[in-house]
């Protein structure tokens, strides 16, 4: 897994080797200095990225800048300066129109509302003097009937009393008939 580097020598390759030279074990300083070197290859290719993250940034800029032709830049600046008229010259314009229009939307509101507190009252005053005349014209509805049903059995008297006077009438009359009757039955 060493890229690059030389290779760490192991133990057993010695005993492989037969007769020659005695590689470095893995216990000796040079051994440890390789095995050191290895890490530090595996952990850059690994976790170290660096390089991957600086192409990616290269490449941005290639295509922010280069290709694009700084036309973010121009709409960036078409944008502020479109800010800068509109708060400088449309804003302000916006502004004292609106305060006319709502000063006299105000003025209006105020009149209308004026109207409609007046237009009330007067209904309200109507209203209590309906009610008032309601209440006395019952009043005086009540105090009618009930003198109407005190009156009523003197009535009543003087209606039964005529009756039995006018039913006495008719007796009387019809028993003249009777007798003007039988005096014709005779014949």
Same mark, same amino acid.
């Given at each position: 897994? +060493?890229?690059?580097?030389? /290779? $760490?020598? !192991?133990?057993?390759?010695?005993?492989?080797?037969?007769?020659?030279?005695?590689?470095?074990?893995? %216990? $000796?300083?040079?051994?440890?200095?390789?095995i050191? &070197?290895?890490?530090?290859?595996i952990? +850059?290719?690994?976790?170290?990225?660096?390089?991957v993250?600086?192409?990616e940034?290269r490449y941005? !800029? &290639?295509?922010?800048?280069?290709?694009?032709?700084?036309?973010?830049?121009?709409?960036?600046?078409?944008?502020?300066n479109? $800010?800068?008229?509109? +708060?400088?010259r449309?804003?302000?314009?916006?502004?004292?129109s609106?305060?006319?229009?709502? %000063?006299e939307a105000?003025?209006?509101l105020?009149?209308?509302?004026? +109207?409609?507190?007046?237009?009330?009252? =007067?209904?309200?005053? =109507? &209203?209590?003097?309906?009610n008032?005349?309601?209440?006395a014209?019952? &009043? =005086? =509805?009540m105090?009618?009937?009930? /003198?109407?049903?005190?009156?009523?059995?003197q009535?009543?008297? /003087? !209606?039964?009393?005529?009756?039995?006077?006018? !039913?006495?009438?008719?007796?009387?009359?019809?028993a003249?008939? /009777?007798?003007?009757?039988?005096?014709?039955? $005779?014949?």
């Amino acid at each position: 897994m +060493s890229g690059g580097g030389t /290779e $760490t020598p !192991v133990a057993c390759d010695a005993a492989q080797g037969g007769g020659g030279k005695k590689r470095d074990s893995l %216990g $000796t300083p040079g051994a440890a200095h390789l095995i050191i &070197k290895d890490l530090g290859e595996i952990h +850059s290719r690994l976790l170290d990225h660096r390089p991957v993250t600086q192409g990616e940034i290269r490449y941005f !800029v &290639k295509e922010f800048e280069e290709k694009r032709g700084l036309r973010e830049l121009r709409v960036l600046e078409n944008l502020k300066n479109m $800010t800068q008229e509109t +708060s400088e010259r449309l804003l302000p314009r916006c502004r004292e129109s609106m305060q006319g229009g709502l %000063g006299e939307a105000l003025q209006r509101l105020q009149a209308a509302n004026e +109207s409609i507190c007046r237009l009330q009252q =007067r209904e309200q005053e =109507r &209203k209590k003097v309906i009610n008032d005349h309601l209440a006395a014209s019952e &009043k =005086r =509805r009540m105090l009618q009937w009930e /003198e109407f049903l005190r009156g009523q059995p003197q009535r009543r008297a /003087e !209606v039964d009393e005529e009756h039995r006077r006018a !039913v006495q009438r008719l007796r009387e009359q019809y028993a003249a008939m /009777e007798k003007d009757l039988a005096k014709f039955s $005779t014949f």
